[in-house]
């Protein structure tokens, strides 16, 4: 499984990070050039690269944690309100939304310099200025209910690299 990742993932070695978000709790970041595609009956610019995750997953600097996972659950520091009321799920309200505006705002050229893949599908990309994403499934679920990642290439619209409980499988 090991060599199959790097494979699949070496393909964003050298390339930007254009940009990153989240659909819910699924976190998804672009890489490499932008890209027109015809999507929904209108034309939208995507990165050639798309990586999604639905596991457990931190973005580190200097030791320190700067996003991770868990921030999704956790207002942002403008929150006032009381915990009872605060709904995570609303773009803009947790602290992910806030800490990744932030981050890609701050840094217009965040580079994938390396790739190191671990034996449980999980995978550290080294980024430019010292930046890491560290990706670590986190469930021993092992059924298709249970993907833990996914890479595709929005350009070329080959099928997704996805990891899950049971391996990789290409759809």
């Not at 699924?26 to 932008?34: A, D, H, I, Y």
């Not at 705002?105 to 893949?117: H, R, T």
């Not at 595709?152 to 990891?163: A, L």
Request: glycine residues 8%.
């Amino acid at each position: 499984m090991r060599a199959e990742i790097e494979l699949e993932l070496g393909k964003i070695k050298g390339l930007k990070l254009q940009y990153a978000g989240r659909a819910s709790n699924l976190f998804w970041l672009g890489f490499g050039e932008m890209v027109q595609m015809f999507r929904r009956g209108q034309i939208e610019e995507t990165a050639e690269y798309a990586l999604h995750l639905q596991c457990s997953w931190r973005i580190t600097f200097d030791n320190k944690i700067v996003i991770a996972a868990r921030d999704f659950y956790s207002p942002n520091s403008k929150w006032n309100g009381h915990i009872e009321d605060f709904d995570w799920d609303i773009q803009g309200n947790n602290r992910f939304d806030e800490r990744i505006k932030s981050l890609i705002n701050d840094n217009e050229q965040i580079i994938v310099e390396e790739i190191a893949v671990d034996d449980f599908g999980g995978f550290t990309v080294i980024l430019s200025d010292g930046y890491k994403l560290e990706i670590f499934p986190d469930s021993s679920e092992d059924d298709e209910d249970g993907e833990h990642w996914r890479f595709f290439n929005s350009k070329e619209k080959s099928p997704h690299f996805v990891v899950s409980g049971e391996g990789i499988e290409r759809v």
